[in-house]
């Protein structure tokens, strides 16, 4: 097979170095051989500080190094130990400054899970396209359950972990075992049945929350969790279920189904029970606080009755000061009604003063008086004779505007029946009653037919 570097040419003198053989053996190795699971046992394992595992995959008659970088070894599902018979998925290379052939492993399981682990991969992608474990499935765990089923064998730890554990953080909640064997050829079908069977009968015990728990155990002993009809039965359950199986890394079908996932079997009883364990934390900070203040209100009682007996003092004590309290009012009162008095006296003083000063002369008084009532006489007289002289222009006025003084000098005046005054020719039809005044009387009288007017005539 040729190198897949330059070829250093068909000379046999042309000399090369050895990063470039290595070089070219590396990538020949790893171009020839894809990524592929070996089986073999572990030892001379050694755990660097960085991280990276170093070890030796071996069987009767040969052996491998392989190299499992820290990315790849954190997040391996198992921990190796010396003689663990493995599988590991592997990339066929060398390592080019010491030329050693090796593996370079990204991913370890336990020998003869291969076919168990790819029917788990197969039957989770076709369950995940089916929308079995979609989130929006997922039930919410209910806070406060009245009551537990569990699903599991009564002789394994698992069960003993959840009591232990509800007795310790929740002992009020009553539990129901329903017993199924957890692992076997029958397990999947019983541990199905089991769960179908605590659904149909939670309204009657009381259960408000499944628990399906398991200790831990290899994939072969966990297989019975990682079948379709026990995820079918998780999710045909009425109940919200919780999954604990297997340890933290375990990882089953039953998990992906389940409302929530629990680490561990106690995992599953502590989540169960998280609601009653808060609340009973919250029951000791509330009754700290209630504590706290309770001792905030006896110790401010405590400083106000301290205030008060200080300013209570003794009846006789306190009579003696209110007479002397009363004597100095007594005494401040009459001083003010004495300033007071004073005061007023000296006012009523001033305005006698002011008031003698003031008083009238009646003498004087009188002369004035009569010289008043002479100027107002000869004012009313001097008023007195124009208002006369107007009245008598006025008189003279009105008897020439007199329409009777007219009638004296032979006019008349002609009035209709309605006693309009008839002021032209026109005003006055034939045959009308009219009345004619003169200066001496009135004349009733009767038209005739006009023939013309003065203006017609002359």
Known sequence: MNPPLTNPGKDATHVVSVSWLNRAAREALEGSFPLMWIAGEVSTLTRAASGHLYFTLKDDQAQVRCTMWRNRAQSMPLRLEHGMRVEVRALVTLFEPRGEFQLSVESVRHAGVGNLYEAFLRLKARLEAEGLFDAACKRPIPRFPRGIAVVTSPQAAAWRDVTAALARRAPQIPLTL????????????????????????????????????????????????????????????????????????????????????????TAAAELASAGYFELRDDLARLAARLRRAIDRRIDTAAQRLDRAAARL??????????????????????????????????????????????????????????????????????????????????????AHLDPRAVLGRGYSITRLPDGRIARDVASLPPGAAVRIEVHDGTVAATVDPVQGTLLDEG
């Open 313 to 398: 003092t003794h009846p006789r004590q306190r009579l003696e000061r209110c007479h002397l309290r009363l004597a100095l009012l007594d005494q401040g009162l009459r001083s003010s009604m004495a300033r007071h008095l004073a005061a007023r006296q000296t006012r009523i003083t001033s305005l006698g003063l002011r008031l003698k000063a003031r008083s009238p002369d009646p003498a004087r008084r009188r002369t004035d008086l009569d010289a008043l009532g002479q100027r107002l006489h000869r004012a009313t007289q001097g008023l007195l004779a124009r208002h006369r002289a107007s009245l008598q222009a006025l008189q003279q006025h009105l």
């Open 178 to 265: 329903y017993p199924t064997p957890v692992q076997g050829d029958a397990a999947a079908a019983r541990i199905a049945a089991a769960i179908l069977r605590a659904g149909s009968m939670a309204a009657r015990e009381g259960n408000e929350l499944l628990l399906l728990v398991r200790g831990g155990g290899s994939l072969e002993d966990l297989a019975a969790f990682n079948d379709e009809q026990v995820a079918r039965a998780i999710r045909a359950c009425p109940l919200p279920v919780i999954v604990g199986v297997g340890h933290e890394t375990d990882f089953s079908i039953a998990d992906f189904s389940a409302d929530l996932r629990a680490a561990t079997p």
